[in-house]
């Protein structure tokens, strides 16, 4: 993992980067860069693991599925001036690859005029390149991220699971890919926020 080559080439696409020692400094930052705004989040255990949905609780409007579940929730999360995601992979030439089942995290990712995206992620998510990329934003993030839900996904099965199998079940949560190329017109910015550490799935 080139942490110096992918910090140049997510700068190179347009994307800000922003580099921190640990999940404190992170936090830290987060919590001071994001004030009195309105802020969505994704589902993430990078965010949860940083605790900034209760940090810019104090200083914002937060709206966060995995605290007030429900789909009004995710609306306003979708609207909000700020949106904070992780990633499920970055690769070496800075290209952030997300899976969702729903399409919340997606949704606000590609569109919103004027708003600011921070998307935090812990260098593990880093890959050489697309292919190991997306093999680990498949094999990894996807299959422990469906271990949180009921089904019959064969991934959560005794048998043969722990790898993605591109199932078809009805409970399959991988329903659709993302892939940021570059800051989406009229976007304020999309800020990656690495961090030093092992976090997240
Ligand atoms: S596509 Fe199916 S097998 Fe693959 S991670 Fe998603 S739910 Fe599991």
Redesign the pocket.
Known sequence: MDLEKTIRALQGRGFAVSRFATKEEAADYLAGAIQNTTVGMGGSKTLDTLGVYDRLKEHNEVFWHWREPGIPTLDKALTAQTYLSSANAITEDGQIINIDGRGNRLAAMVYGPGKDIYIVAGVNKIEEDFDKALFRA??TA??QN?ARFAGS????SEKGGGK????R?K????NGLLVLWGKMFDMQKIEVVLIEEELGL
Request: aromatic share 6%; charged share 20%; net charge neutral.
């Open positions: 498949r094999n996807a299959v469906m996904q064969p991934c959560q993605c199998y591109d199932c079940s409970d399959r949560g991988c």
